[in-house]
């Protein structure tokens, strides 16, 4: 497969030893939400629901930058995106500014060729707010040929509004942040240690300007190929949204729970660090899911690589359990 994987063995907390006591019903155990009315959104048959009604919006007029049909979050994966739709008499290319009282203005130039039909997602406006947004239209030069401007109140975070700002502390680096957005991958409440289902991106100075709601679980990794975002809404489910916030793929694990990482691979697939929901152990696959068909397989079980180890751990849980450990947590492709 010309794949060439390499792991890094780290001896910490939990692994090997619980895996012969763990395993199917500490799946089970896990409470997924099957019942969360996220999961509908991430289905091939909302998104397409969706689809048809922008569709129907969009043949029923004529619409411009002066009068752009505006829908705030209609593919239902990003709280604060607004779908804009307009068209020019001449090929431009655009880009916005974001303003909202007290915080920093947002800035982005669109990607694409210049065109007459302009369809994107904005990103950038601050939750709970009445944001300001500019729309400029560039010519070849990146002048800007005219600028029509707009408010629309974003929605509350659906995490909770106290999540809208971090605090900034000034560091000792020199070094300025890139003009783009962190994520903060698997926030956990700390009273109960469950995880939230939201991924939350901030710009530099604090302010969140996206949020991405998850069925459940973490995301664990945003990766970018084939010119969608791909990230993990679940233990056992992977979704490619293209730019206009619109899921166009979902790769589901099959018997598979994930844990911890993925990344993409050299032959257009994603590499998994998986568990078997069936076996008696945990964390011990890594499995390969082909971005073109959806097929999954299994690359590795590392239960058979260590058979002669594995075969040593019938001990059950006791306090000891944290002094023996194997933990898998880092693979290249």
């Given at each position: 497969?010309?794949?060439?994987?390499l792991?890094?063995?780290?001896v910490c907390a939990?692994g090997?030893?619980a895996?012969?006591?763990?395993g199917?019903?500490?799946?089970?155990?896990?409470?997924?939400?099957?019942?969360?009315?996220i999961a509908?959104?991430y289905t091939?048959s909302y998104q397409?629901?969706?689809?048809?009604e922008?569709d129907q919006?969009k043949?029923?007029?004529y619409?411009?930058p002066?009068?752009?049909?505006?829908l705030?979050n209609?593919y239902?994966?990003?709280?604060?995106?607004?779908?804009?739709?307009f068209?020019?008499?001449?090929s431009?290319r655009?880009?916005y500014?974001?303003?909202?009282?007290?915080?920093?203005?947002?800035?982005?130039?669109l990607s694409?060729?210049?065109?007459?039909?302009?369809e994107?997602?904005l990103?950038?406006m601050?939750?709970?707010a009445?944001n300001?947004?500019?729309?400029?239209?560039?010519?070849?030069?990146?002048n800007?040929?005219?600028?029509?401007s707009f408010?629309?109140?974003?929605?509350a975070?659906?995490?909770g509004?106290?999540?809208?700002?971090?605090?900034v502390?000034?560091?000792?680096s020199?070094?300025?942040?890139g003009?783009?957005l962190?994520?903060?991958?698997?926030?956990q409440?700390?009273?109960t240690?469950?995880y939230?289902?939201y991924?939350?991106a901030?710009?530099a100075?604090?302010?969140?300007?996206m949020?991405l709601?998850?069925?459940?679980?973490?995301?664990?990794?945003q990766?970018?190929a084939?010119?969608l975002?791909?990230y993990?809404?679940?233990?056992?489910t992977?979704?490619?949204?293209?730019?206009?916030?619109?899921m166009?793929?979902?790769?589901?694990?099959?018997?598979y729970?994930?844990h911890h990482?993925?990344?993409?691979?050299?032959e257009?697939?994603?590499?998994?660090?998986?568990?078997?929901?069936?076996?008696?152990?945990?964390?011990?696959r890594i499995v390969?899911?082909d971005?073109?068909?959806?097929?999954v397989s299994?690359?590795?079980?590392?239960s058979e690589?260590?058979?002669d180890?594995?075969?040593?751990l019938?001990?059950?849980?006791d306090d000891n359990l944290l002094q023996?450990v194997?933990?898998?947590?880092?693979?290249?492709?």
């Amino acid at each position: 497969m010309g794949i060439v994987l390499l792991l890094i063995i780290l001896v910490c907390a939990i692994g090997f030893a619980a895996w012969k006591t763990l395993g199917k019903g500490w799946f089970d155990d896990l409470e997924r939400l099957r019942d969360n009315p996220i999961a509908e959104i991430y289905t091939e048959s909302y998104q397409e629901d969706v689809q048809k009604e922008i569709d129907q919006l969009k043949a029923e007029r004529y619409y411009t930058p002066e009068d752009p049909l505006l829908l705030v979050n209609p593919y239902g994966t990003n709280t604060t995106g607004l779908y804009i739709y307009f068209q020019t008499d001449e090929s431009v290319r655009v880009s916005y500014t974001i303003h909202a009282d007290g915080y920093a203005d947002f800035f982005r130039t669109l990607s694409g060729q210049a065109s007459s039909e302009h369809e994107h997602q904005l990103i950038g406006m601050v939750p709970s707010a009445l944001n300001t947004i500019t729309i400029n239209l560039l010519d070849d030069d990146g002048n800007i040929v005219t600028s029509h401007s707009f408010e629309q109140q974003a929605p509350a975070l659906l995490r909770g509004e106290e999540f809208t700002t971090l605090t900034v502390e000034e560091g000792t680096s020199t070094q300025q942040l890139g003009d783009t957005l962190y994520t903060m991958l698997g926030p956990q409440e700390k009273a109960t240690f469950t995880y939230q289902p939201y991924t939350i991106a901030y710009d530099a100075s604090g302010v969140a300007r996206m949020e991405l709601p998850l069925v459940e679980y973490r995301t664990e990794r945003q990766v970018f190929a084939n010119g969608l975002m791909y990230y993990n809404i679940s233990y056992n489910t992977i979704v490619g949204v293209n730019s206009l916030g619109k899921m166009v793929q979902r790769l589901d694990l099959d018997h598979y729970s994930m844990h911890h990482d993925y990344n993409l691979g050299s032959e257009n697939d994603l590499l998994v660090l998986a568990s078997r929901d069936d076996d008696t152990t945990v964390e011990d696959r890594i499995v390969r899911i082909d971005l073109a068909s959806g097929k999954v397989s299994e690359l590795v079980d590392l239960s058979e690589l260590f058979s002669d180890y594995v075969a040593q751990l019938n001990n059950p849980l006791d306090d000891n359990l944290l002094q023996r450990v194997i933990h898998w947590t880092q693979f290249e492709s």
